[in-house]
């Protein structure tokens, strides 16, 4: 069934939208990342316009963050004051990231830096939770008691301590504050929720615990999103709501299947998956950077100076 | 229709040429509705004449009808540091969104060349382009970069052949419109040739428009943007919520 999507301005196939929906809201609801990394080359793929894409796609990660999210409140896995320190910082990250974003648009070529932000940092970060995760799947086997990861190091000694209890923490506020602005920023520049980010940000360098990650991840990323949202929408006019409830449909319900998949898998289990999924990515990235393209033309709207 | 059909007909009726066109469309309008697939229009219509039809040179026909035109930048990739990147750019000042030519021979029969210059009928005349930067030789391969993409995604047709004339005084044709279609006013021409030279030609407008939600939805955004975004916002959370709260009630079963 074909379906003319009315900012877009293309006809594309309902079910396959649908289908794209709820194969990224599963893999939201089990890793706590919004998915947009995977959905917006997904979308240009398809025909949908990169402007329209990257704005509607920040709507849809609202659904199926929030979808998620109310899962995890059940089970009690989401830090609640984390969050709130974490999107505070992010929010001033996003705010800063939109200038920034704007300023390098004006000196062209923000689609190759875009593209090299991807590349290098799900490359780094996909790398690096894989070789992790492997060493901790190997330590668990080794010795049957959970490997305790409890190190005291240069972040205990910072002011302004504050005590997380769901994530068991008493920290200070500043690394996570820090990890919020940085986060907002690159979901900024990249136009995504920054949930692939955020995610190993809070495992490895809060050293929050996996089961809260997912949660809190989810938790921050909506308001992240719903503040962009509005940003494009009320900027660039390019949030399609037709493309945007065929998406969320689907990613809804991807949501809700992919938390309860996600309590059948061991934590490092999870990781190693996540892992594995940035690392296809980034791959992809990488190729379509350095393979000769077959189209070396392309066109684009005029104005944009 | 039939007082459009009557219109023409006296607008035409006043005889300044030998030979002049009656048209009719399938539709002069076309809505986009949501479940847009394309369409198809009928162009069909008469020669009218005062004079005994001329056996030779043999009459033709040539139909042009074209999108909403604007600028674009075509940008052409380069590797450089062993990445392929966007290097040089050009200023297409007018392509039009969409293009279709239909004509009742191989184009260049129907229509000379100093023909075609005089009235941009063939696609890479449609396209204007004015002066590349320095340094960019191969200007030429910018504009034909847009026709060979926009052709392969079926948004410029050239349809040869396509157009019937029976008896050197009825034609008719169909032209596929895509799913892709911006909104706007599509200018339709025709030209009547014979041995390639415009004897006679004739101009109208179809309306290409979104309708019903589309319309709605396509207003609202621009209108009240705001409003637009926050009702974005509103659905996606209720649905998030209404996903959650039906799996919860499937689960306890």
Known sequence: MQIYLPIAEVSVNAFLLLGLGGMVGVLSGMFGVGGGFLMTPLLFFIGIPPAVAVATEANQIVASSFSGVLAHFRRKTVDLKMGTVLLSGGLVGAAFGVVLFNYLKAQGQVDLLVRLCYVVFLGVIGSLMFVESLNAIRKSRKNAGPPKRKKHNWIHGLPLKMRFRVSGLYISVIPPLIVGVLVGILAAIMGVGGGFIMVPAMIYLLGMPTKVVVGTSLFQIIFVTGFTTLLHATTNYTVDIALAVLLLVGGVIGAQIGTRLGTYLKAEQLRILLALLVILVCAKLALDLLLEPSELFSIGASGGH | ?253
């Open chain 2, 1 to 253: 229709m039939k007082r459009l059909l009557l219109s023409l007909l006296l607008i035409v009726a006043t005889p300044m040429m030998a030979e002049e066109v009656v048209l009719g469309l399938s539709q002069d309008q076309v809505a986009i509705t949501a479940d847009f697939d394309g369409s198809e229009i009928l162009l069909f219509g008469a020669v009218k004449r005062e004079s005994p039809i001329l056996q030779d040179p043999p009459l033709e026909v040539v139909i042009a009808v074209s999108g909403p035109s604007g600028p674009l930048t075509v940008r052409r990739k380069e590797r450089k540091f062993g990445i392929w990147v966007n290097a040089d750019a050009v200023e297409i000042d007018r392509a039009p969104s969409f293009y279709a030519v239909a004509t009742s021979a191989p184009f260049n029969e129907a229509m000379s060349n100093v023909e075609d210059q005089r009235h941009r009928v063939s696609i890479p005349r449609a396209i204007r382009s004015v002066g590349a930067p320095m340094g960019i030789e191969d200007a030429q391969s910018f504009s034909e970069a847009v026709i060979r993409i926009r052709t392969d995604e079926g948004s410029y047709q050239l349809l040869e052949n396509s157009v019937s004339v029976d008896e050197q005084t009825l034609f008719r044709t169909s032209i596929k419109m895509p799913a892709n279609l911006t909104e706007g006013d599509y200018p339709t021409r025709i030209f009547l040739t014979r041995g390639g030279k415009v004897v006679s030609n004739y101009e109208t407008v179809i309306n290409v428009n979104k309708v019903g939600l589309e319309r709605w939805l396509f207003d609202m955004s621009r209108n009240q943007p705001l409003m637009y975004g926050l009702m974005s916002l509103a659905i996606a959370i209720a649905a998030g919520w209404m996903a959650s709260a039906a799996f919860q009630v499937l689960q306890r079963r």
